[in-house]
């Protein structure tokens, strides 16, 4: 299995309150990316990174925000939070960009925003 | 853009029996790459089968198989012998080469396997 950590897998917190959620790699993989899961909706990419310090927006980034300051750790930061971004969230890894590689995932973590 | 539709929500199949779950996408661009992710109720993504946009034959692997059809723009994944274990969600996705490796999901589709 691929080595990928999400931290926290659960947590719980108030609306306005900032929440960072964190995804740890051992692969040292290039590609790294957060997405949210919703009913109805499949999995959304909310940001991603291809290199450290290099990252871009997905289709569903208003209100998030990303760091890469090292290859293994990708943040992401809701900086207010709102109940619109109670979701599940998870981290996938990627080696190359244009390889049939699949992307690998985190278990998840579900965030509830009261 | 690229646009990933399944269109089975639910679907419910016989222990043993195969089952065909649809997807179907649409993209402009001509190189891309096709994958099924299975997700059971303990809610990790698991990676299930892959197929290339200039594959020449449907990928397959163990009970799994991919029924590529390019004209049609449709990647169904064909489960054969179904097991209990088999229940779960399954989602389609596509990468577009050069989108860095980005992926694109349909809303899934939850498969039911009954004795």
């Known amino acids: 299995d691929a080595g990928i950590t999400q931290s926290p897998r659960h947590k719980v917190t108030e609306t306005g309150t900032p929440v960072t959620l964190r995804c740890h790699q051992t692969?040292?993989?290039?590609?790294m990316y957060w997405y949210r899961q919703d009913p109805g909706h499949g999995l959304r990419l909310i940001h991603y990174?291809?290199?450290?310090?290099?990252?871009d927006k997905g289709e569903v980034s208003d209100g998030y925000s990303v760091s890469r300051s090292k290859t293994e750790d990708f943040l992401l930061t809701l900086e207010s939070a709102t109940s619109s971004q109670t979701s599940v969230y998870f981290c996938?890894?990627?080696?190359?960009?244009?390889?049939?590689?699949?992307?690998?995932f985190g278990d998840g973590t579900r965030l509830s925003i009261l | 853009a690229q646009k990933i539709t399944q269109t089975q929500p639910g679907m419910f199949v016989q222990e043993k029996e195969a089952v065909t779950l649809d997807c179907t996408y649409d993209?402009?661009?001509?190189?891309?790459?096709l994958f099924w992710y299975k997700q059971p109720s303990s809610g990790e993504m698991i990676f299930l089968i892959y197929?290339?946009?200039?594959?020449?034959q449907n990928a397959t692997e163990g009970r799994y198989s991919l029924n590529f059809q390019k004209a049609r723009k449709s990647a169904n994944l064909v489960i054969s012998a179904s097991q209990l274990g088999d229940s779960a969600m399954y989602f389609c996705?596509?990468?577009?080469?050069?989108?860095?490796?980005?992926?694109?999901f349909g809303t899934g589709t939850r498969l039911q396997v009954t004795l």
């Open positions: 996938a890894i990627s080696d190359d960009w244009n390889s049939n590689q699949p992307q690998h």
């Open positions: 692969e040292n993989h290039r590609y």
């Open positions: 990174s291809y290199g450290v310090k290099d990252t």
């Open positions: 993209t402009s661009d001509p190189s891309y790459g």
């Open positions: 197929q290339g946009s200039y594959d020449q």
């Open positions: 996705a596509m990468r577009v080469t050069g989108t860095a490796s980005k992926l694109t």
